[in-house]
């Protein structure tokens, strides 16, 4: 069995750490003998073919340098999706899965509008740790925790759902109560710290969701995430405090 | 209140604070001095004999205390704020106890050196390099960097600018000012094959494009162009050449100065410590200091708190080495890397307000170039487990691996051989408690005393 990830600009999206996210993914596949595949794709290059596709957060000014380019592969992005990949955006990658990014000047700029939200420049940075209730399928019940840096505030399109419900931090907007957003096997979100290393559910969530496009139902391993779950019960305490 | 007796009440506070052992009094006597009198700081540096100011992401307290051993060297009485206490409160500090004819040597927290070289109007100032930090703190680095830009371009500013060209954005940023004196590596022997991880500014900071490096030395700092504007690294006129590590004891190198070459033996490893003697150089030539004073003082420099600074514990040799930013943490680990050794580990991550509240940074550190040497890890510190975490996923063993969130223990936790060298790694917090605990075990000196 074999995963193929797509890194999105990796060169200019990757400044929350974003190679940790690689990094799960490669291992927690290769731990279970599935090969995992990452390329990346920068500005003008090729498409990949993959199962997964990743866009981390990026400085205001490299977001700015890549957005064109994004745009031009906003079809090719929602016929993969239609076809069964899966999708994860994270800060500045999420925002740019929506329809548009409204920046403190009236300055906008669009995303790729491949999930119904948007974004606008907020006059305050929402920052610090965040620890969320998720329930992707329905009587699961865990729990996500990270960090969060973000002056946008996102709202969700009607009858779509978050992620997570905030138990502590700001989450999309500091109003509704909710952080990220999931759309079938899209998911977007502000957590870094980063995401998947102590969320290692999440991680294999996404690994299951983008084999099962090709492989059909999949069960993954169970693998010894003890330093997961203890770096995932510091971090909520850590929150709470 | 006269100033004169503000002055004596903020004096007062430094005294009650090393008395009542509450730190080293390196910043509320500045605090209290400028609720007082929020003009202190230019009024006090009037009378000094000349200010010089360093500021960079990483090496401000090494460079800072480089420069002082030449200056020493060379006769001049120095006021510092040798604590590391890089705020304008730590400045103000300072300044309350200069003497008459000092000359001002001072390291500054780069999100506060605007602020603060507007207050002290330094003749000289110090532009070492901008890394990837704390982005909870200071927000992304290209703020930093314009910001740094308005101040060397605004009006009024006087100061000669000495800056590391072989960093894209501070050779933009020093091209800027009115006056200045350049420094970088020219040794092909010290560069990378390829760019780490972390490297940032790898744009042309004239027009965006992705920058050529004919030769990298460190994340990004090396000799770059613009493949699109033409603009390129100018050759600088401070230069490190021949550099030679000797293990992890000393560093060996040709510095080249406009009076004249010196061969230099740094007694401490890395070559970013070689960038932060040639910064202490070009600082130092812009006093006027002969090279042979100059290459004498790098010589005669003892590593400053937490940096490279060697101890024995319980009997065995050990070395406590601060870590801050993924570019600081590689190039320790490329430094410890050199030597093939097998290596007993404590790495301890607090995520105080210090440290950065968000810890995501320790996953752009290339913990993987340890791996094969790790012998033994100890992971401390309020983000233990994730310490823990990041090694795993850089291929440690996790049965290699202990969690112990409590320093002391951590400390009574080390394994490995007892001749063999224990490297402690620590952020700023979790180093401060470090040596607290050090200091307890009567194995250092408090850190107001040591630097």
């Known amino acids: 069995m074999k995963l193929r990830v797509c890194h999105l600009y990796p060169e200019h999206l990757n400044i929350y750490a974003d190679r940790g996210n690689m990094a799960v993914l490669t291992h927690r596949c290769e731990w279970r003998g599935i090969s995992c595949r990452i390329d990346g794709c920068g500005p003008g290059d090729p498409l990949p073919h993959a199962d997964l596709y990743y866009l981390g957060g990026g400085q205001d000014r490299d977001q700015r340098l890549i957005a064109p380019d994004l ?104 109003d509704d109560g ?8 899209v998911v977007g979100t502000y957590v870094h710290g980063p995401l998947l290393p102590k969320n290692p559910w999440l991680a294999d969530w996404l690994i299951q969701t983008a084999l099962e496009h090709r ?27 | ?51 010089t100011v360093i500021s960079a992401t990483n090496g401000k307290t090494t460079t800072a205390k480089m420069a002082a051993a030449v200056l020493e060297a060379d006769g001049r009485r120095l006021c510092r704020n040798a604590g590391g206490a890089n705020l304008t409160s730590g400045v103000a500090s300072a300044l309350l106890a200069a003497g008459r004819g000092e000359e001002g040597l001072f390291e500054v927290d780069e999100a506060a050196l605007p602020a603060v070289v507007d207050a002290l109007a330094p003749g000289h100032l110090v532009l070492g390099n901008l890394f990837r930090d704390q982005l909870d703190r200071y927000g992304e680095l290209e703020l930093i960097g314009d910001r740094w830009r308005s101040m060397v371009s605004a009006p009024g500013f006087g100061a000669t600018v000495i800056h590391n060209v072989d960093d894209p954005l501070v050779a933009s940023i020093g091209s800027a000012a009115p006056a200045a004196i350049t420094f970088g590596l020219e040794d092909d022997g010290a560069a990378r094959t390829s760019m780490q991880h972390a490297a940032d500014s790898k744009w042309c900071p004239r027009c965006g494009t992705r920058l050529v490096y004919e030769a990298v030395y460190l994340g990004h700092l090396g000799r770059w162009r613009c493949p699109a504007c033409a603009l390129e690294r100018p050759r600088p006129e401070v230069r490190a050449a021949a550099v030679r590590a000797d293990g992890l004891e000393a560093t060996e190198f040709r510095l080249e100065l406009p009076r004249g070459d010196v061969d230099v033996r740094l007694p401490i490893p890395g070559l970013y410590n070689v960038y932060n003697a040639l910064a202490a150089a070009a600082a130092c030539v812009a006093h006027g200091v002969p090279p ?30 601060l870590v801050k930013n993924p570019a600081g943490t590689n190039e320790v680990i490329r430094t410890l890397a050199a030597d093939d050794r097998p290596k007993t580990l404590l790495l301890a991550l607090n995520d105080r307000i210090a440290d950065g509240r968000d810890v995501s940074w320790i996953w752009d550190v290339d913990f993987e170039e340890l791996v094969e040497q790790v012998d033994s890890v100890v992971a401390t510190g309020t983000r233990a487990a994730e310490m823990a975490l990041r090694l795993k996923y850089a291929g440690v063993s996790p049965a290699r691996i202990a969690v112990e969130p409590q320093l002391g223990h951590a400390l009574d936790a080390l394994g490995g051989e007892d001749d063999a060298p224990a490297y402690l790694l620590a952020t700023y917090t979790a180093m401060l408690d470090l040596r607290r605990l050090l200091e307890e075990r009567g194995l250092v000196r408090p850190y107001w005393e040591a630097a």
Not at chain 1, 138 to 166: C, I, K, M
């Open chain 1, 71 to 174: 745009l031009l592969r906003a079809g090719d992005l929602a016929a993969a999706v239609a076809g069964g990949a899966a999708v994860l955006g994270v800060c500045g990658g999420y925002q740019l899965l929506g329809h548009v990014y409204r920046g403190h000047q009236g300055d906008e700029m669009p995303g790729i509008g491949l999930v119904d939200l948007e974004t606008t420049a907020g006059p305050t940075r929402m920052i610090g740790n965040v620890v969320l209730r998720c329930e992707l399928e329905p009587g699961r019940r865990r729990t996500l925790v990270g960090f969060e840096n973000h002056a946008g505030r996102t709202s969700l399109g009607a009858g779509l759902s978050p992620l997570g419900q905030v138990v502590h931090g700001h989450g999309n907007n500091g």
């Open chain 1, 178 to 185: 909710g952080e990220g957003v999931r759309d079938g096997r």
């Open chain 1, 215 to 241: 492989k059909g139902h999949v069960e993954l391993e169970p693998l010894d995430d003890t330093l997961e779950r203890e770096a995932q019960r510091v971090a909520e305490a850590l929150a709470a405090r």
């Open chain 2, 1 to 51: 209140m006269l100033f004169t007796a503000k002055l004596a009440a903020a004096r007062a506070t430094a005294t009650a604070a090393r008395l009542s052992r509450a730190g080293g009094g390196t910043t509320l006597p500045g605090k209290l001095l400028l609720r007082m009198e929020p003009d202190a700081i230019g009024r006090l540096a009037r009378r000094l004999a000349s200010t």
């Open chain 2, 292 to 321: 042979a004073v100059i290459g004498g003082g790098l010589e005669q420099f003892s590593a400053a708190f937490g940096r490279f600074e060697r101890i024995t514990l319980s009997g065995r040799p050990a070395v406590l080495l």
